[in-house]
């Protein structure tokens, strides 16, 4: 009897416990959102497996996540692309993969951002070790790995205190404890970098309306990307060599079985946009890889309905002007015959 009362009396101060954490987190602003894993991508790499010639696989760098909205994809097309682009990464170890790894003869667009695309084939590069990280895990999941998963799904749905914001945003312990200054611990000389987009169960992402509305959030994401270029000044140049050649090389497998490549040039803005001028110029990296490639191509600067679009944070596109940008890049697209193979309405 004492046992059980003593379970019983556990049971009730966990739940009270986990309801206050919960109720202090929402009235701090806090709420539930998903986390995009490997686990989440892992779902949608699994769909390329069952795919047709008559589907759509999205890759790139997080500019292809926030820009390129499934909703208004499917609207123009018929067709809900299937979502594989990755943050912070170059699209060229999941090209790979579904060039190599699997029978899929339909349709890749490739997102490029200059500054990931050509920046490197090394293994060890960060560019490289987060999108392959993606690839290696999908290949070694375990069954108990995947219903972990879809598991997890209804909480992350649900509970605000195991929001996937990371870094200044983070509410999980893991985030909680780095913001403790103990004695001499090394700070990340990184500006603090706010969340600023949130992702469905099918991988489509939108950017957080604090974004466009709040001018000093912005601002500090702007800041991060500042802190990026500077690194990347003063570190090695972009691989372009190497990486134009192991996407060519790949391209050529691709084609070979009948699949089609599209590439796209999403937008960016402000010193960003100037950065990027001088670090990877469109006539040495783009238009080099369009020539060489002989592939349908497009660029944000090339159509006057796209070429003024302001970024929020000079890298991604707010929400509406995401829909707005997708609904035009497809109409482009089938008016150029890029998707004429395709069932299209």
């Excluded at 123009?76 to 579904?98: E, K, M, N, Y």
């Excluded at 970098?193 to 709040?214: A, S, Y």
């Excluded at 800041?223 to 060599?241: C, N, R, T």
Aim: some cysteine.
């Amino acid at each position: 009897m004492q046992l059980k009362q003593s379970i019983i009396i556990a049971l009730a101060l966990s739940v009270l416990s986990l309801t206050a954490w919960e109720v202090f987190w929402r009235a701090q602003g806090v709420y539930p959102t998903l986390d995009d894993n490997e686990a989440l991508w892992a779902v949608q790499r699994q769909r390329v497996e069952k795919a047709t010639d008559k589907d759509i696989v999205l890759m790139g760098s997080s500019r292809v996540l926030f820009d390129m909205q499934l909703d208004q994809w499917q609207e123009q097309s018929g067709i809900r692309p299937i979502q594989l682009a990755s943050v912070g990464s170059t699209p060229l170890p999941i090209f790979h993969d579904v060039v190599n790894n699997t029978n899929f003869n339909g349709t890749i667009v490739v997102g490029v951002t200059p500054g990931l695309f050509f920046s490197t084939t090394s293994p060890d590069a960060q560019p490289w070790q987060w999108p392959q990280s993606k690839v290696d895990y999908y290949k070694k999941r375990t069954y108990a790995q995947i219903a972990n998963h879809f598991l997890s799904l209804p909480l992350q749905k649900n509970l605000a205190f195991i929001s996937e914001d990371q870094g200044v945003d983070g509410v999980k312990l893991k985030e909680l404890l780095g913001k403790i200054n103990v004695g001499d611990r090394v700070v990340d000389p990184m500006p603090p970098f706010h969340e600023f987009g949130e992702i469905q169960e099918d991988r489509n992402l939108k950017m957080k309306q604090i974004t466009v509305t709040d001018t000093a959030y912005a601002n500090s994401i702007i800041k991060v990307w500042q802190f990026f270029m500077k690194g990347a000044a003063s570190g090695p140049p972009p691989d372009k060599e190497s990486t134009m050649t192991f996407f060519l090389d790949d391209l050529k497998i691709f084609e070979a079985r009948g699949g089609h490549v599209i590439l796209v040039r999403c937008p960016s803005s402000g010193s960003l946009r100037v950065g990027e001028n001088m670090g990877v110029p469109r006539a040495g990296f783009w238009d080099d890889l369009v020539k060489q490639s002989h592939l349908k191509a497009y660029h944000f600067e090339d159509y006057d309905q796209l070429k003024d679009l302001k970024c929020p944070e000079e890298s991604h596109l707010s929400a509406e002007d995401a829909q707005y940008f997708t609904t035009e890049i497809v109409k482009i697209m089938k008016a150029d015959g890029a998707l004429s193979h395709l069932k299209t309405n």
